[in-house]
């Protein structure tokens, strides 16, 4: 059963840079799935960060696009997030997740993504 | 990008009741839609992918229709351990977005 924990600071300076890591047990970073951030400020809903592949292929939300850089460490099965510039905008319960495929049979047309694993999740906040 | 509208934001209902949640996509997303269940400070658990396919360990009372840009969510009938925050999510293009959530509350 694969497994994600997520780790790094709980609090972060304005302007600095948020740096998370998630670690992967139970099955190998390098399977056949991308593997995603998701944030939740207090209170409100999900909002995508973005992916990355065990190639090293990633998308961005547009809306972080510029703040943001994930990156895989196979070595220790594991994928990282940074997220620059941090403002008190950015406080939230941030997720890892794996996102898998299932094999859409209604029209043949591509593949089913969903995120069927997830992270406790950890509290990040911005404070001098 | 795409955007998700959930309705409505909030209900009360009743253990037994019928419950149903409803998600619209800014425009057609085919059936690449997801629903997951949130219970207060918990994870996002995946409920049904695909529109309609229920994921595996998800009790049958869940049940997932729609294509295009409509889609709903029904329990069909409501048990305690329902009492959560439920959001869609589009898997046709990225950006992948999330409804702004619904949530079940107890009457």
């Known amino acids: 059963q694969v497994q994600l924990q997520e780790s790094g600071p709980g609090l972060v300076k304005p302007s600095g840079t948020l740096s998370l890591t998630c670690a992967v047990s139970?099955?190998?970073?390098?399977?056949?799935?991308?593997w995603s951030w998701v944030r939740q400020p207090p209170g409100k809903g999900l909002e995508w960060i973005g992916e990355i592949y065990h190639s090293g292929r990633t998308n961005y939300n547009p809306s972080l696009k510029s703040r943001v850089t994930m990156s895989v460490d196979k070595s220790n099965n594991q994928f990282s997030l940074k997220l620059s510039s941090v403002t008190a905008a950015d406080r939230a319960v941030y997720y890892c997740t794996r996102d898998s495929a299932w094999i859409n049979n209604y029209d043949g047309s591509g593949y089913f993504r969903a995120f069927d694993i997830w992270g406790q999740g950890t509290m990040v906040t911005v404070s001098s | 990008d795409i955007q998700m509208t959930q309705s409505p934001s909030s209900l009360s209902a009743s253990v037994g009741d019928r419950v149903t949640i409803t998600c619209r996509a800014s425009?057609?997303?085919?059936?690449?839609l997801n629903w997951y269940k949130q219970k207060p400070g918990k994870s996002p658990k995946l409920l049904i992918y695909?529109?309609?396919s229920l994921q595996g360990g998800v009790p049958s009372r869940f049940s997932g229709s729609g294509s295009g840009t409509e889609f709903t969510l029904t329990i069909s009938s409501l048990q305690p351990e329902d009492f959560a925050t439920y959001y869609c999510q589009q898997s046709y293009s990225t950006p992948w977005a999330f409804g702004q959530g619904t949530k079940v509350e107890i009457k």
């Open positions: 139970g099955g190998s970073i390098t399977s056949s799935n991308w």
């Open positions: 695909g529109a309609s």
């Open positions: 425009q057609s997303i085919s059936r690449f």
